[in-house]
């Protein structure tokens, strides 16, 4: 059968997930989604993880200015903040398992602890619970967020031909802040600042919540994720690079409004919200980006670039685990 490297993310965890049976109550959505969703009586609870490891995700190595332990804690909250966000949903609770090497020093670790609950503080969030093991590589944290939506949670699945495709706030800055040179201009700190520092969109999602007919969080690169979108609501997509949202840093950065788009087409770890609306509705107070429409080909999955020319957006480039990533 071969590696899993081999196989590549999304086939591993279909197969994964077959593995795992169909889904029964009090579970009502299972893999596929941002989140799990459980019925309990008249509650919608929300159940999701995440995990960081140290060379993957995150580096530790003192002369490299993307190192931050206490930025990896506030990293890990807030990519399982951005989850419960991406269903409408606000935390209830989370746990946290660490793997940690032998030789790892004690106050990297109480860092990390330390940027999981500022980000906790601000959102909402407390750590009620975990565990500590050795391991023989490199470290890894994984939290487990219980979240609650209050009233229907809004799945990648409702999307229809016609609906507007728009994103929360700018995109490809934390791209951008992982390459390049950091030579401290302002343009890079902020961009820095926003790569390090993410901040999970609850409120938006929240109130995107009546009027989205799906949703979901980038993580992998707006290439990679609206694709994902898209399959499950049995759709097409067309995007206009020319209508993605980037900040003036990351304009200055790239050199060009162009270039800034590229890298917003295909960046990872934006943590914006990627959302579908119903043409014509009500849009609320959140600053949102058009950036195409659904179409009835599920087959179709374009992008329009600089130039006009209709592209696939698996040419675009991105994220995969395990896959060739650019
Ligand atoms: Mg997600």
Same mark, same amino acid.
């Given at each position: 059968?071969?590696?899993?490297g081999a196989m590549g993310e999304e086939a591993l965890i279909e197969r994964l997930a077959r593995g795992l049976g169909a ?6 959505? !299972?893999?596929? *989604?941002?989140?799990? +969703? %459980? $019925?309990? /009586?008249? @509650? ?6 995440? #995990? ?94 219980? !979240?609650?939506? *209050?009233?229907?949670? +809004? %799945? $990648?699945? /409702?999307? @229809? ?6 994103? #929360? ?37 929240q109130a995107l919540r009546g009027s989205a007919s799906a949703m979901m969080d980038l993580s992998d690169g707006l290439a ?74 599920p087959s179709q999955m374009e992008f329009v670039g600089a130039n006009g020319e209709h592209r696939p957006l698996s040419e ?11």
């Open positions: 059968m071969g590696s899993v889904v029964q109550p009090p579970v009502e959505v !299972g893999v596929g *989604d941002d989140c799990a +969703v %459980l $019925r309990l /009586g008249d @509650r919608t609870l929300l159940f999701a993880t995440d #995990t960081m490891v140290e060379g993957t995700h995150f580096t530790t190595d003192p002369t490299n200015p993307l190192t931050d332990l206490v930025a990896v804690g506030w990293r890990l909250g807030a990519s399982n903040l951005s989850d419960l966000a991406a269903m409408g949903g606000r935390p209830l609770a989370a746990v946290i398992s660490t793997a940690l090497p032998a030789e790892w020093p004690v106050t990297w670790v109480e860092q990390a602890y330390e940027g999981l609950r500022k980000v906790g503080d601000r959102h909402g969030l407390p750590i009620c619970g975990g565990d500590v093991v050795r391991i023989n590589g490199p470290a890894a944290l994984t939290l487990a967020v219980l !979240g609650e939506v *209050d009233g229907e949670p +809004v %799945l $990648r699945s /409702g999307g @229809r031909p016609g609906d507007l495709i728009a994103v #929360t706030g700018d995109l490809g800055a934390s791209r951008a802040c992982l390459r390049g040179v950091h030579d401290g201009s302002e343009s890079r700190v902020a961009l820095l600042r926003r790569g390090l520092w993410p901040m999970p969109r609850l409120e938006w999602g990679t994720d609206l694709p994902r979108l898209a399959r499950a609501s049995g759709v097409g997509v067309l995007v206009r690079e020319a209508d993605l949202p980037v900040s003036d840093a990351l304009v200055t950065v790239c050199g060009s409004r162009e270039a800034a788009q590229r890298e917003a087409l295909i960046g990872g770890e934006d943590y914006e919200l990627l959302v579908t609306l119903p043409k014509g509705s009500p849009l609320p107070e959140v600053p949102l980006s058009v950036i195409g429409e659904l179409t009835a080909a675009a480039g991105g994220w995969s685990h395990f896959g060739s990533a650019s």
